[in-house]
């Protein structure tokens, strides 16, 4: 179940949410603003994810950035002896600053993986020194051999630890 486990670990190179309100740019610190934006993210040399935005917007004294329609790429990777498959992160929106590496997606932040495990919840959190990733609201995953609702969730990365709280599982067919 790694790739449901990557369904919170939004990397904080890929940061979104609604822009703060047009008129405000006389009084506002320098800041960037980029249209479709992608992101890199390596570690040791592989490339570890890559990510996607319609729109960011970022604060250059602060680092606080948000985007639009963020999407990240996980690559297959074996997890546990297995391959997990791509995995694929989507939300309309999503907040953050990326020198805290702390990063919130909401309004639907949605999983699917190629193995077939789909997921979904209002609003996924990471928080990389941590290395962290949390959600307080319902969370709902499946897949052709389970459905799984639990009321949040805590992902150590770390340690590849998955928490769901009291959940309710469903499996269907045989192993």
Known sequence: MRPIALLLAVPATLLACRPPARGSETTAPPSIELFGAESFEFREGALRAHGRASHVYYRRDTGDAWAENPEVDFPDRRTSGRPSGQVHLRAPHA?????????????????SADNGE??????????????????????HLWAAAFDLEAPGFRLDTFHDL????????VARGAP
Not at 98 to 108: I, K, L, M, R, S
Not at 128 to 137: H, I, K, N, T, Y
Not at 162 to 169: C, E, F, K, S
């Open 95 to 111: 907040h953050g600053n990326p020198f805290a590496q702390e990063v919130e997606a909401d309004g639907t932040v949605r999983l």
């Open 118 to 139: 789909q997921g979904l919840t209002e609003r996924a959190a990471y928080h990389g020194r941590q290395a962290l990733a949390s959600g307080d609201r319902p969370v």
């Open 162 to 169: 998955l928490d769901l709280g009291p959940a309710r599982l």
